[in-house]
């Protein structure tokens, strides 16, 4: 495979992991972004523990759905994040009917 080949490839994945998440999203109430990975929700519960100089975040979510292009599922019933990094949690607006 060369380096076309596998740009094109991840290119075409990208484009359907788009495509996934436009017709997903409206399933979901809150849009979770760490810095590895960003997920879609609909319970999310975010702990601070350690110390003010170094805090250990946890983020636990509940039927979520993971962008991740190389992940077979992406959605997934339970998730829980441990990061020394932000945490960026977003209620999503309702769905309009």
Do not use: C, H
């Not at 339970?78 to 607006?93: A, M």
């Amino acid at each position: 495979m060369s380096s076309d080949d596998l740009e094109n490839f991840e290119a075409e994945r990208e484009l359907q992991l788009a495509q996934e998440y436009q017709d997903v999203a409206g399933m979901f109430r809150f849009a979770v972004e760490t810095e590895r990975r960003f997920y879609l929700a609909n319970e999310v519960s975010v702990t601070v523990t350690g110390d003010s100089a170094r805090p250990v975040i946890e983020v636990e979510l509940s039927d979520a759905w993971v962008w991740d292009m190389y992940r077979k599922t992406r959605f997934i019933p339970k998730v829980r994040v441990l990061t020394f990094k932000d945490v960026n949690v977003e209620e999503l607006p309702p769905a309009e009917l």
